[in-house]
C-alpha cells in the first residue's frame, strides 16, 4: 500500500509544487489550506506522515503539532515541519512539540522526499514495546508506563528514552545522541543534548531510574542497568 502524506500549506503555489515530485516517489498526496482542512482529513483518514508547515491561518503550525501529538488518536503520525524560520532555537521549539524532523525552505524536492522516507523507515522499525524491569516504553502508543502509572515525558525525552532502550549498555557522543534522536542533517549545539539528558532524568527520578541514565565521563551518554 502507498504511503499517503497529507501536506498542510497555506500557499497553493508550493502544494502545487510538492504534489507532483510526491506522487512521483510513490506517496497518495492529501492537501490542506488549514488546520480546519487538516483536521478533518486526518479523522477521515489517518495520513502516514504530516508535512505540516510552520506559519498557517488562526493557529501555528507548531501549535497544531502540539495539539496533534498530545491527542491519543493522532500522536503516533510522523510530523516534518516546513518553515522559513532556520534557527536553532526555532528547531528546538519543533522538536520539543513531538515534530520527527525539520527543513528549511527553501529546499530541494529530493531532500524532502529523503527525509520523508528515513522518517516512515524511523517509524515503521520502532514500533517494538520496549521493556526494562518496570519501565515500559509503548512507541504505538507513545506511553511510558512504570507499572500501572503513566511516566509525563515529553515528547524529545521520550524519543531519547527510545533510543537509549533500543540501544541499551552502548555509549554514545553527544553527536551521536543528535544524529539518531535529532537527524544527522539538523544543525543543533551538542549542549542542547545535555539539556534533555536532565529534562528525562528529572522525569525517570520519581521512579528511581534516572540513574539509568548514566554520564560516560569525556565520551557520552548510555543507559544501563547496571551501576
Request: net charge negative.
Amino acid at each position: 500500500m502507498q504511503p499517503t502524506i497529507l501536506v498542510v500549506e497555506d500557499e497553493s503555489a508550493i502544494r502545487e509544487m510538492l504534489q507532483f515530485p510526491l506522487t512521483n516517489a510513490g506517496f497518495v498526496v492529501q492537501e490542506a489550506a488549514d488546520v480546519h482542512h487538516a483536521k478533518a482529513l486526518i479523522y477521515n483518514n489517518f495520513p502516514d506522515l504530516i508535512l505540516l508547515d510552520w506559519m498557517l491561518p488562526e493557529i501555528s503550525g507548531i501549535d497544531f503539532a502540539r495539539q496533534l501529538k498530545k491527542d491519543a488518536k493522532t500522536q503516533h503520525i510522523p510530523i516534518i515541519i516546513l518553515t522559513a524560520r532556520g534557527e536553532e532555537e526555532d528547531k528546538i521549539r519543533g522538536f520539543d512539540v513531538g515534530a520527527d524532523d525539520y527543513i528549511t525552505k527553501p529546499f530541494s524536492p529530493r531532500e524532502l522526499i529523503a527525509r520523508i522516507k528515513a522518517v516512515l523507515r524511523r517509524v515503521s522499525k520502532h514500533g517494538e514495546i520496549l521493556v526494562v524491569k518496570d519501565l515500559k516504553l509503548n512507541p504505538t502508543e507513545h506511553r511510558v508506563m512504570v507499572g500501572e502509572t503513566e511516566v509525563e515525558i515529553g515528547p524529545t525525552e521520550f524519543r531519547l528514552l527510545h533510543f537509549f532502550l533500543q540501544n541499551r549498555e552502548r555509549v554514545y557522543s553527544r553527536e551521536q545522541v543528535l544524529d539518531h534522536v535529532w537527524g544527522a542533517n539538523i544543525y543543533i549545539e551538542e549542549r542542547t543534548v545535555d539539556v534533555h539528558i536532565r529534562r528525562l532524568r528529572k522525569a525517570l527520578a520519581p521512579y528511581n531510574y534516572d540513574s539509568f541514565v548514566q554520564t560516560v565521563r569525556g565520551v557520552g551518554y548510555r543507559f544501563t542497568e547496571k551501576n
